[in-house]
T-cell receptor, first 113, second 117 residues
Framework: GNSVTQMEGPVTLSEEAFLTINCTYT??????LFWYVQYPGEGLQLLLK?????DKGSNKGFEATYRKETTSFHLEKGSVQVSDSAVYFC????????????FGSGTQLTVLP | NAGVMQNPRHLVRRRGQEARLRCSPM?????VYWYRQLPEEGLKFMVY????????ESGMPKERFSAEFPKEGPSILRIQQVVRGDSAAYFC???????????????FGPGTRLTVL
């Protein structure tokens, strides 16, 4: 079956530090890959996505590259801000008849001033 | 352009009561998905619907849970005879294109937080 494994948290960084949150996946076919962010008490917001191998998704300074050879989609940001504090979810949507998203368990990020 | 709307945002029920959760998709979207998020966990898929059709309910518990997406009006997730273990955040998402399109994206609502006393 399909699965997503995410780096366990919580992760605590100082402002302007470099961020990496690891994500690897198992899926049949060629899935689309997503990063969603959830701020406290809110729903999920799409952060970025990639739909084929070697695609790079980017948004708000965050980046992730779809690596088929390592089945990975690691999230990176060069300089985090306090406002980036949230829970980050890696997810995939596998090819096939249904479009359900399979999520990782989430990584809590706290950025300190 | 309004996003995905869910109501109520918070719902408290006693054991044995019914819970009805509503979801209005983004304008123009005809595909709706429901997910459940248990405390300290990621989201788990429950059901995928199009107008008047259930496409995939592989994540729905076999008993007490049902979902619909009528021709007119919002999608409804219904939980009968709630138990404490149903306490969770329930998220609805909608998409424009649905199955078969690799570029399709699901947009999430703010969620309904159900508490069963």
């Amino acid at each position: 079956g399909n699965s997503v494994t995410q780096m366990e948290g919580p992760v605590t960084l100082s402002e302007e530090a470099f961020l990496t949150i690891n994500c690897t996946y198992t899926a049949t076919g060629y899935p689309s890959l997503f990063w969603y962010v959830q701020y406290p008490g809110e729903g999920l917001q799409l952060l970025l996505k990639a739909t084929k191998a070697d695609d790079k998704g980017s948004n708000k300074g965050f980046e992730a590259t779809y690596r088929k050879e390592t089945t990975s989609f690691h999230l990176e940001k060069g300089s985090v801000q306090v406002s980036d504090s949230a829970v980050y979810f890696c997810a995939l949507s596998a090819s096939g008849s249904a479009r359900q998203l399979t999520f990782g368990s989430g990584t809590q990020l706290t950025v300190l001033p | 352009n309004a996003g995905v709307m869910q109501n109520p945002r918070h719902l408290v029920r006693r054991r044995g009561q019914e819970a009805r959760l509503r979801c209005s998709p983004m304008k123009g979207h005809s595909h709706v998905y429901w997910y459940r998020q248990l405390p300290e966990e990621g989201l788990k898929f429950m059901v995928y619907l199009q107008k008047e059709n259930i496409i995939d309910e592989s994540g729905m518990p076999k008993e007490r849970f049902s979902a619909e997406f009528p021709k007119e009006g919002p999608s409804i997730l219904r939980i009968q005879q709630v138990v404490r273990g149903d306490s969770a955040a329930y998220f609805c998402a909608s998409s424009l294109l649905g199955q078969g399109d690799r570029t399709d994206t699901q947009y999430f609502g703010p969620g309904t937080r159900l508490t069963v006393l």
